[in-house]
Structure formats: C-alpha cells, structure tokens
C-alpha cells in the first residue's frame, strides 16, 4: 500500500512539473538577432540626425534585469533610450524584435550580453 502511495505521489509530482514547465513565461516571441540589428540601426539613424553623439549604443540589455525590460517595453516609456522620433517610426515587430533581444540579453538572463 505504501509503495503505491509513493508512486501515484512521485507521478502526480511529475505531472504538476511538466504543466508548470509548458505555461512558463519565455520572454517575448521576437527575434532577438533581428532585434539587436534593428536597435543598432535605429542608434544609426539617431546619431545621422545628430542627437546622440555616438552610432555606438549608450544602453546596454545588461544594464537591466529582464522584469525592468518587460515594464519599460510593456510600458513603451523609450526616454532612456532617446531617439524619441526613430522609436516613433519603429514598427510594433521591429519594437518587438528589439524587445527580444534586451529581455534574452539582460543582466539576469541565462546569456547576458557583455559588451556594447
């Protein structure tokens, strides 16, 4: 009796697993390579314009855990980015894409990025 309470436990515990697993949250279902692209080009076109001094990115996806990413794209609050009008001109799947590749690149990710 004891050893079937301990299997039907052992796989009512697995089966919790497995559906906790399938609902997990991923992340945002852009490309993140196509993202880091995009990002680069919209500092481009910024730095063209002559509002940033740099075409090099001042923001960095390991400057913030992935929560603070997921409030600041949920939130489209872009002022930390600057570059308020190439942000205007972003497609919702450019903005996604962006958004990938911050929240998969952020300071708290499995492979945050490490460079700018």
Known sequence: MLK???ILFTLALFTLGSVSAVFADDGPDGNKR???YT???LIKACHERGEVESATPTVSPADKKMAEWKTIFESENFTA???????DA???ADILDIYSYFYS???DSPTP???K
């Open 4 to 6: 079937k309470i301990i």
């Open 34 to 36: 196509k993202g880091k």
């Open 39 to 41: 990002y680069r080009k």
């Open 81 to 87: 980015f600057g570059c308020q009008p190439e942000w």
């Open 90 to 92: 972003a497609s919702d």
């Open 105 to 107: 690149s952020a300071a």
């Open 113 to 115: 990025a490490t460079c």
